[in-house]
């Protein structure tokens, strides 16, 4: 049987055996799923925003800005340790006071805590183009605490990891993912029946971790481009996004397994 018809096979017995409760579950894992990809736009966009404009210092690309901060502190260049130390310890404060809303959200039972950490978000964003004159110290830790908060807002859809603000975990997760579809590609064509919706359920989950490194890269091409017409206001490119996102979160909760996952603790 040709792999298209075992494909088209196994997502049939896979929808046939789904009840109705659990289709619903689905449909909005697919929304988070949505959403997931629009931030990574947005993640692509404010961290090439940040390195134009403030001379090569990512607000959201941790490991580089820690190399940078030790080669900086070796060579004695104290201005540039000290805009990559500003954007570790403010992405940090950022996550962490993300993290501790979805723990509030979970003690409190609120149905859409991602919309406060998101406003945040938001808010940070609209103050650096309030502010796009002020120190540059400033204005990165603006940019890395919005990035941190968006990392703590998200971080599962369904059974993956996300991380929607940087892209090297993605990529090991993907070629984890694609490893695992070959053997079970090879197990299929053995006559496996068991391996059909096995790599069906890869195979998607693998699609899905390239488009949220795929829209990283369309928001670094977005957030170039805007830059070079709009300066610091082309950061109203990812607030009308993030705008977006927060409407979708009063309909769909987007933070239920996070806050499941710090109930859980």
Same mark, same amino acid.
């Given at each position: 049987m040709p792999l298209l018809e075992f494909r088209h096979l196994a997502k049939k017995k896979f929808q046939q055996s789904v009840p109705m409760a659990d289709r619903q579950t689905l449909n909005h894992k697919k929304i988070k799923g949505i959403v997931a990809l629009a931030l990574a736009f947005v993640a692509g966009a404010v961290d090439i925003i940040g390195y134009i404009s403030f001379g090569g210092?990512? &607000?959201a690309?941790?490991? /580089?800005?820690?190399?940078?901060? !030790? %080669?900086?502190?070796? *060579?004695?260049?104290?201005?540039?340790?000290?805009s990559a130390g500003v954007v570790i310890l403010a992405f940090l404060? /950022?996550?962490?006071? #993300?993290?501790?809303?979805?723990?509030?959200?979970?003690? +409190?039972?609120?149905?859409?805590?991602?919309?406060?950490?998101?406003?945040?978000? /938001?808010?940070?964003?609209?103050?650096?183009?309030?502010?796009?004159?002020?120190?540059?110290?400033?204005? =990165?830790?603006?940019?890395?605490a919005a990035m941190g908060m968006q990392t703590a807002t998200l971080?599962?859809? #369904? &059974?993956?990891?996300?991380?929607?603000?940087?892209?090297? #975990? +993605? =990529?090991?997760?993907?070629?984890?993912? =694609?490893?695992? @579809? +070959?053997?079970?590609?090879? *197990?299929?064509?053995? #006559?496996? %029946?068991? @391996?059909? /919706?096995?790599?069906l359920r890869v195979v998607r989950r693998a699609r899905f971790?390239?488009?949220?490194?795929? =829209?990283?890269l369309l928001g670094a091409i977005a !957030?170039?481009? @805007?830059?070079?017409?709009?300066? +610091?206001h082309a950061l109203w490119l &990812?607030?009308?996004?993030?705008?977006?996102?927060?409407?979708? *979160?009063l309909i769909f909760p987007l933070s239920i397994e996070e806050e499941r996952e710090a109930s859980e603790r």
């Open positions: 210092i990512f &607000p690309h941790l490991t /580089g800005d820690t190399v940078h901060l !030790g %080669q900086h502190i070796l *060579d004695r260049q104290w201005s540039e340790a000290l404060v /950022g996550s962490l006071v #993300g993290r501790t809303a979805i723990e509030v959200g979970s003690r +409190m039972k609120v149905r859409s805590i991602a919309t406060a950490t998101l406003l945040l978000e /938001g808010g940070l964003l609209f103050v650096v183009i309030l502010l796009k004159s002020e120190s540059q110290f400033l204005l =990165l830790g603006l940019l890395a971080t599962r859809v #369904g &059974p993956l990891t996300i991380h929607t603000t940087f892209v090297t #975990g +993605m =990529l090991n997760k993907l070629a984890q993912l =694609l490893s695992h @579809a +070959m053997f079970l590609t090879y *197990d299929v064509f053995r #006559g496996s %029946q068991k @391996a059909l /919706g096995s790599r971790i390239f488009s949220v490194w795929f =829209l990283y !957030g170039t481009w @805007a830059r070079a017409l709009w300066k +610091m &990812p607030i009308c996004l993030i705008t977006v996102v927060i409407f979708v *979160d």
